[in-house]
């Protein structure tokens, strides 16, 4: 029995390590197919066919994805053609694969290159930094940075100055709509239409003012009572003034017949007044 156990463990180690063998020919025949797509992408390059050398490119990408050259020589075929999106998707799977420092050290250093084409000067900076991390001896990516580092503090002043004139210019805005408010506050015109509003409220069914219905209402009273009364014409004694003067005459018709009867009684004679 323990024979027979032990017969079935070497079959399945047996077997394992066969199927291990088999995943690893196979992975070797892949790489090994993937470096030719990529030599003869190369090839297709140099004679300008970018095209062909584009699919040639793929073809090794899908056999041997950790076939870094691949992905970074199809990213530059992309960066050529000014295809910056899908340089960039080649470079950025290029350094994600990468295995040594040389391979991260091509794929940072050129997705820099692609981000400063796309003025993401920021980002550059960033990717050049991660190029020298893995070869701070190389000059050209030194050298990019610095660039980088420029256009990156050039847009920031870019960005601030921008940002100050918005707050500005919202500034200014506010400071219009208050001003506005004050004068439509001071304006008099609003009270005058406030009041003339007011004031259409106050009329009658007739469409007049109730003050001035009232008014008329209390001249019309003043009338009746004045009716039936003479009024004084111009030039012409009123009927009060009238009969003033003649109790006044009256009484001075009395006093001078007083006046006569005591003449007459002292046996002077007296001139007598004329009537009017």
Not at 144 to 157: D, F, G, R, S, Y
Not at 178 to 190: I, Y
Not at 229 to 254: F, T
Request: glycine residues 4%.
């Amino acid at each position: 029995m323990k024979l027979y156990i032990t017969y079935i463990l070497i079959c399945v180690a047996s077997f394992s390590f066969a199927q291990q063998k088999d995943k690893e020919k196979e992975q070797q025949l892949a790489l090994e197919n993937a470096k030719n797509y990529v030599y003869e992408g190369n090839e297709l390059i140099d004679a300008d066919n970018y095209i062909n050398a584009e699919m040639e490119y793929r073809k090794a990408i899908s056999q041997s994805p950790s076939v870094v050259a691949g992905s970074y020589n199809l990213g530059n075929t992309y960066y050529d053609k000014g295809n910056y999106d899908e340089a960039l998707y080649r470079h950025t799977e290029a350094a994600k694969n990468a295995t040594s420092k040389e391979e991260k050290h091509k794929a940072y250093h050129n997705i820099g290159n692609v981000l400063m084409k796309e003025e993401l000067c920021k980002e550059a900076v960033e990717a050049y930094k991660n190029a020298l991390r893995s070869d701070p001896t190389d000059d050209e990516t030194r050298y990019n940075l610095a660039i980088a580092k420029e256009c990156a503090a050039q847009q920031q002043q870019e960005q601030d100055k921008e940002e100050d004139k918005k707050d500005e210019d919202k500034e200014d805005e506010d400071k219009k709509e208050d001003k506005k408010e004050d004068e439509k506050k001071e304006d008099p015109k609003d009270e005058g239409d406030q009041d003339k509003k007011d004031g259409e409220d106050e009329k009658d069914e007739d469409g007049k003012p109730k003050d001035e219905k009232n008014k008329g209402d209390g001249e019309k009273k003043d009338d009746k009572k004045e009716e039936g009364q003479p009024k004084p014409q111009p030039g012409q004694l009123s009927p009060q003034q009238i009969k003033n003067l003649l109790e006044a005459m009256n009484n001075n018709e009395q006093k001078v017949q007083e006046k006569i009867n005591a003449e007459k009684q002292k046996g002077v004679k007296v001139k007598p007044e004329k009537d009017w």
